[in-house]
Nanobody
Framework: QVQLVESGGGLVQPGGSLRLSCTASGIIFSIYNMSWYGQAPGKERELVARISSGGSTNYADSVKGRFTISRDNAKNTVYLQMNSLKAEDTAVYYC??????????????WGKGTLVTVSS
């Protein structure tokens, strides 16, 4: 049974920092591309950051220079370090694991999310 469990969300003041964690079980974590998505109230889920199985990263323009995604394959965990937080970063943050097989099929799994609220 595959599980992705996010943690680290909470209430933080503008300008503050949080570190989100997502720990996976039931998959060979090291071969999966890992992503963080954010879903703000009333909006669609959007990609925030992605890290490939090889460690390449990319970010949404809105978080470049403020957020950092990283992974620890020994701990089956992906992280999202969030600095200089803004009110517009308020969202439920979801972890996603994705793998494309050699025949082109895509397998993916979602976590249940962790809420980040940026407010004074």
């Amino acid at each position: 049974q595959v599980q992705l469990v996010e943690s680290g969300g909470g209430l933080v003041q503008p300008g503050g920092s949080l570190r989100l964690s997502c720990t996976a079980s039931g998959i060979i974590f090291s071969i999966y591309n890992m992503s963080w998505y954010g879903q703000a109230p009333g909006k669609e889920r959007e990609l925030v950051a992605r890290i490939s199985s090889g460690g390449s990263t990319n970010y949404a323009d809105s978080v470049k220079g403020r957020f950092t995604i990283s992974r620890d394959n020994a701990k089956n965990t992906v992280y999202l370090q969030m600095n200089s937080l803004k009110a517009e970063d308020t969202a439920v943050y979801y972890c996603k694991a994705t793998r494309r097989t050699t025949n082109g099929n895509v397998t993916y799994y979602w976590g249940k999310g962790t809420l980040v609220t940026v407010s004074s």
